[in-house]
């Protein structure tokens, strides 16, 4: 191994450890948490568009076998397990804090969902087991994330979907992100964002087949350009002495109607988060 390349694993383990590290003191602090189904309510209402996928995709099966990949809290998978009776949960992290709380979290929702700590890049799981695969919020945490796709791909079943929600690079919340690690200020650890190009590219060198790619929620901060213009006619609308006018309630219908078909096509190029849903052939 020459120098450079010793280098840049230690570079890269070093930076591996600091994330964990980070996301150990994080895992702390939410074991201390009492109110999980509060914060499940506000996710259902943010993250509506990611758990309407999840549960179609699990809704016309019979038994299915889920896994969430670094699953954290896993109240995502916990919501996901109330929502389709008879599956069967699986959750892994790198973190064994996470796995507590994780615990936590299913004894809270009364769900029968099993964790083992893993590295997401060498899970002790046989190939094909799972009928849906899914991550949030952990892809991102690689500076290569095709050893850990190409992981989540193997213990997919033929036919089953593989979801992996990251954050979206053209938004105004990824010129935050990158001043404040620059800063040092950001608590998250190191991380990185994706364009939709970089998901279609994953999905290909893992011979997936693209299913559906959308975007989702808005960084609410004037800092985003595109949310202040998305909310502005609303922001108007609050003001405006006439508002219940008949007339004015029908521009605002149409100016929302305007932008949930605009969210709903290209969403995947500005909104804050980009989903990508990938299906294993069959053949």
Request: with cysteine; charged share 25%.
């Amino acid at each position: 191994m020459t120098a450079k390349a010793k280098s840049m694993n230690q570079e890269k383990g070093s930076l591996e450890n600091s994330v964990l590290q980070d996301y150990e003191r994080i895992w702390e602090e939410a074991l201390k948490t009492e109110d999980y189904q509060q914060i499940a309510e506000e996710r259902l209402h943010s993250r509506s568009g990611f758990y309407q996928v999840l549960n179609q995709i699990v809704g016309g099966l019979s038994s299915p076998r889920i896994f969430e990949v670094g699953c954290g809290t896993s109240i995502d998978l916990n919501m996901l397990g109330l929502s389709k009776k008879d599956s069967r949960c699986f959750g892994s992290d790198i973190s064994l804090r996470s796995i507590k709380v994780s615990r936590t979290v299913a004894g809270t929702f009364r769900n029968q969902t099993l964790y083992f700590v893993a590295d997401t890049r060498h899970l002790p799981i046989k190939s094909y087991c799972f009928d849906l695969v899914y991550s949030q919020g952990l892809m991102e945490h690689f500076r290569d994330p095709l050893p850990a796709a190409k992981e989540q791909a193997r213990v997919l079943k033929k036919g089953g979907v593989l979801v992996i929600n990251v954050p979206q690079r053209y938004t105004g919340y990824t010129l935050m992100k990158r001043w404040m690690m620059r800063s040092g200020k950001w608590e998250l650890g190191w991380e990185t964002e994706f364009s939709y190009r970089d998901l279609k590219r994953l999905g290909q060198r893992l011979n997936l087949t693209e299913r559906k790619t959308f975007g989702y929620q808005y960084w609410k901060s004037w800092r985003e350009p595109l949310f202040v213009l998305r909310d502005l006619y609303d922001k108007l609308h609050r003001r405006n002495p006439l508002r219940n006018n008949r007339l004015f309630l029908s521009l605002r219908r149409a100016y929302e109607s305007l932008w949930k078909r605009i969210e709903g096509l290209w969403g995947h190029h500005f909104l804050q988060n980009i989903v990508i849903v990938l299906e294993k052939r069959l053949g």
